[in-house]
């Protein structure tokens, strides 16, 4: 007789600097494995588009789409109480027993104990990726404003230079892209950010791995979770 394993979700959160190559990870787990992906960078440009399509209705919606775009479009973090109303709804969505992936939150410690409350972690992976590296990396980036899809001209180049390769509607360099804001961005991660790494290793949670290349980086993110994961937890390749 052939015994079923029960499943157990899964609660990771992936963290790094802007630009450590967070997303293409992020991709690669929910890609290799049966996780749900939660990034609040995506919740807050879907909360965007919903200020511009029910501007006149939802005057409530359209004060945090406004708000939260101020604050992207100027490299600045989104106030705690926004990002955390936003992504925990979500969550609460999610299936119990469906594993998911936090990508861009917390990103604050006021943000990772109002987390804490409502949810339990099994890990947090941190891609340590030097800012000299970022810097050089951020300055080659393009974005499908419209879908969210980023390319780089070092390792992820779209096909036809300065066009998606889906929908062949230009690229376009954001302003949080650009040198000066790039800058201001990891200051501003190092002074709110990097102490959750603290937080989390002194909770026994933080796994980091180095390197300057998402590839180096991903075969050792891969096999930790192949090592937590539960079989029935993992996708069929």
Partial sequence: MRLTLLRRAVHA????????????????????????????????????????KYRIVY??????????????????????????????SQIQKISTNTSWLLDGFPRTIEQAKELSKKEKLDCVINLDV???????RLSGRWTHLSSGRVYNDG????????????????????????PETVQKRLET??????????????????????????????????EFLNSIMPQGNRSRL
């Avoid at 690669?28 to 992906?37: E, G, P, Y």
């Avoid at 409530?60 to 936003?86: M, S, T, W």
């Avoid at 949670?205 to 980086?217: A, Q």
Wanted: hydrophobic fraction near 35%; glycine fraction near 8%.
């Fill in 189 to 222: 991660y190092q002074l709110q950010t990097a102490p959750l790494l603290d937080f989390y290793g002194e909770k026994g949670l933080l796994h980091s791995y180095s390197g300057t290349k998402t590839d180096e980086i991903w075969p050792k993110v891969k």
């Fill in 130 to 136: 030097p800012f000299n590296t970022i810097r050089e």
């Fill in 59 to 88: 005057t409530a919606r359209r004060a945090h789409g406004v708000r939260a775009k101020q604050y992207i479009e100027e490299g600045k973090l989104v106030p705690d109480a926004l990002v955390v109303e936003l992504v925990l």
């Fill in 13 to 52: 959160i992936i963290m790094g600097p802007p630009g450590s190559g967070k997303g293409t990870v992020s991709s690669r787990i929910i890609r290799d494995f049966d996780m749900q992906h939660l990034s609040s960078g995506d919740l807050l440009r879907a909360e965007i588009a919903e200020e511009s």
């Fill in 155 to 178: 390792f992820n180049p779209p096909k036809v230079p300065g066009v998606d390769d889906i929908t062949g509607e230009p690229l376009v360099q954001r302003n949080d892209d650009k």
